[in-house]
């Protein structure tokens, strides 16, 4: 009995995206600058880049197909600064974006 409960709380939660819905987890910004400076949280923006975990189908168009998302799950985005839904789920951040607050796609 107590190896299923163990089993059970193990499982992590899914967030799966609906319609045109992206999920992200944020990239974590640097805690010291180049030449060795500490920056508070209390100064610290919003980060704006994240990676893509998980993708919804693609909204509907006025025919009723669907319109696929130009991003997949691993891609590394930049989103517009102050969007999104901020979801925490299993001690893990998340955001919940729009496609259309996606600006652009990143390329390492």
Sequence with gaps: MATKAAAKSAKKTQLVPLADRIVITPLKQDEVTASGLVIPDTVKEKPQQGEVVAVGPGRLD????RVPLDVAVGDRILYAKYTG??????NEDYIVLNDKDILAKLVV
């Design 85 to 90: 839904t901020d979801v925490k789920l299993d």
């Design 62 to 65: 006025d025919n009723g197909k």
